[in-house]
């Protein structure tokens, strides 16, 4: 039921969304439709899945396989794409030019898209894995921030605290090191 019918807080859990547009979601909706058990309408739900799936594999990537080197033409093709596909997307009655997630994507893609251009492409990498552009890694400096026994800083208490972290990080020997 939370992937159907989630509360306020499971909304935003990036898991379930990624669990439900997934290539799984697609595949079950292709045999159901193959055994008749769905319309043959349904199969635009599983392209649809199947489309955002890939999608989002390649703009969190954390493998070479999914990264984007200087001849990715298909998968800068495939992004470009999926900008226009959410461009021309309508949802409901909705009377407004776009909705958030709409620009969210749309943002995100051009993002992954400039920054392969200026990169990679001009620029001195080989290639770069998108999962490092994600908010991962702010959500966990903000809970490191959050863990000072203050969940709501003022500025200056969040700077000392921003700074005792990074030092904290720099304090510690790699122990990979031979000094």
Known sequence: MKHLRPSKFEK????LAAQVFSRTTG???KTLVGQQVLSQEALSTAFFCDYFNNWFDLMSSTSCENSLFKDST???QFLLEVKDMVDNMEFGNVKTSKVPVQTGIQLSTLSIISMHEELVKGGNLDFFLTSRFMQDSLEN????IHGFRNPNPRPGRFLSTLKLILLAQFMQI??????
């Open 174 to 179: 790699p122990p990979f090191l031979s000094y």
């Open 74 to 76: 298909e998968k800068i």
């Open 12 to 15: 935003t859990n990036i898991d």
């Open 27 to 29: 595949s079950a909706i």
């Open 141 to 144: 400096l903000l809970s490191q």
